[in-house]
Every structure is written in C-alpha cells, then in structure tokens.
C-alpha cells in the first residue's frame, strides 16, 4: 500500500507545497503541518511535480508518522 504520501499519488521527485492549508518549505515546516492533525486524519495536500505541475488531493495521514 506504501505510504501516506504514495498513496496520494507523490512521486520520488516531488515536493509537497502545503498541507492542510499550512505552507511547507522545509522538512519541519512538513513536521509541524503533519504534528496539527491527529493520526488517521484526512486533509488536503498540495504539491509539485518534478516537470513543475502543481497538484492536489486529499491524504489520510498515517496511524504513526514514525512507521
């Protein structure tokens, strides 16, 4: 099944922008956004491909960010 991210379509290359409306630019900004919602939550998720597209949809965050 992969992981959160995999399973909402991110590819190796890509960069998440913002998650649940929370911009990210850095891995502890991802920290912080993933840190705001409860484990099994579903929230929005946006991100740039590797050609430069930006896309989005919803993500459930997995039960434990550390597995």
Known sequence: AGSAAERAGLEP???IVSLGGNDVASLSDLAGAIDSFEP???TQLTWET????????P????ESRYN
């Open 59 to 62: 993500i459930t965050l997995d």
């Open 40 to 42: 099994g939550a579903t």
């Open 50 to 57: 590797a050609d430069g597209d930006e896309r989005s949809g």
């Open 13 to 15: 290359d890509d960069r």
